[in-house]
């Protein structure tokens, strides 16, 4: 019996100047962290307000509690975690080919079974139950650096 997953996908339009917004980040390894990627600080969202006001439309009784980017080069994954503690997580894919690993959630219960894969595709945002376990297998992909905003969202109190 396949797992049920709660996720949704939409479209939000990259920036224009996603190139530029990249380049003024700071970015660091955090080796303590799931992603072993290029990480930008936990709370970033002022550049990227139209995400952010497209969040508040679809979810207007949750509000971002984190927002971040991360960009993969060769080599680079994402061990498997969860975001407990946070209702919602998404990922929003700013650059990659759908030759890029996706992103993949294993089935638990039915560990024989293979992960629920999403590929990335530019534009698309991805929002899934916090308490989901994921994972990104290592980027094999010469063709672009993986690049996505993450983030995780609780519910408004009020």
């Given at each position: 019996?396949?797992?049920?997953?709660r996720?949704?996908?939409?479209?939000?339009?990259?920036?224009v100047?996603?190139d530029?917004?990249?380049?003024?980040l700071?970015w660091?390894?955090?080796?303590?962290?799931?992603?072993?990627a290029?990480l930008?600080?936990?709370?970033?969202?002022?550049?990227?307000p139209?995400?952010?006001?497209q969040?508040n439309v679809?979810?207007p009784?949750?509000?971002?509690?984190?927002?971040?980017?991360?960009?993969?080069?060769?080599?680079?994954?994402?061990?498997?975690?969860?975001?407990?503690?946070?209702?919602?997580?998404?990922?929003?894919?700013?650059d990659a080919?759908i030759?890029?690993?996706?992103?993949?959630?294993?089935?638990?219960?039915?560990?024989w079974?293979?992960?629920?894969v999403i590929?990335?595709?530019?534009?698309?945002?991805?929002?899934?139950?916090?308490?989901?376990?994921h994972y990104v297998?290592?980027?094999?992909c010469n063709y672009?650096?993986?690049?996505?905003v993450?983030?995780n969202?609780?519910h408004?109190?009020?």
């Open positions: 019996m396949k797992q049920t997953l996720i949704e996908t939409f479209y939000v339009q990259p920036p100047n996603t530029e917004i990249l380049e003024i700071d660091h390894r955090r080796s303590e962290a799931p992603v072993q290029n930008t600080d936990w709370n970033i969202s002022e550049y990227f139209d995400l952010c006001k969040l679809l979810y009784t949750y509000q971002i509690e984190d927002l971040w980017v991360a960009s993969y080069g060769l080599g680079d994954y994402t061990e498997s975690h969860d975001h407990r503690g946070f209702d919602w997580s998404f990922v929003w894919y700013l080919s030759h890029c690993p996706p992103l993949c959630f294993p089935d638990l219960k039915h560990p079974l293979p992960p629920h590929y990335p595709q530019v534009g698309n945002l991805h929002v899934f139950d916090g308490g989901l376990v297998p290592p980027h094999t672009l650096d993986r690049i996505v993450s983030g969202l609780i408004n109190e009020g």
